[in-house]
Nanobody, 122 residues
Framework: QVQLVESGGGLVQAGDSLTLSCVSSTQLFSSYAMGWFRQAPGKEREFVAKIGMSGSSKEYADSVKGRFTISRDNAKNTVYLQMHGLTPEGTAVYFC???????????????WGRGTQVTVSS
């Protein structure tokens, strides 16, 4: 299991930007595909974005495409999620996920962080 710690959440207003970070404990960070999911109150956890091991491959949920950017710094064992144009619908706990195998948007035998709360007020 990989230890993942998210940070950067907070309370913002609609239209604001926020950048989330997720630091991994593993020294094999570059061997893991990374992703972000979110879970809003009363809803199931949903895919937000993923990034391949080298950082060249990225995929986004339609709901965030064009507003969110996922990136990684393998030297710092960190993955980021830049969020622009936040809306109240973006209010959720955001989770970082790591896996060596990803099929579509499913992270196999994944390690999850504990999440960071993002609250967007209207």
């Amino acid at each position: 299991q990989v230890q993942l710690v998210e940070s950067g959440g907070g309370l913002v207003q609609a239209g604001d930007s926020l950048t989330l970070s997720c630091v991994s404990s593993t020294q094999l960070f570059s061997s893991y595909a990374m992703g972000w999911f979110r879970q809003a109150p009363g809803k199931e956890r949903e895919f937000v974005a993923k990034i391949g091991m080298s950082g060249s491959s990225k995929e986004y949920a339609d709901s965030v495409k064009g507003r969110f950017t996922i990136s990684r710094d393998n030297a710092k064992n960190t993955v980021y999620l830049q969020m622009h144009g936040l809306t109240p619908e973006g209010t959720a706990v955001y989770f970082c996920v790591a896996a060596t195998t990803v099929v579509g948007r499913r992270f196999r035998s994944a390690s999850w962080g504990r999440g960071t709360q993002v609250t967007v007020s209207s």
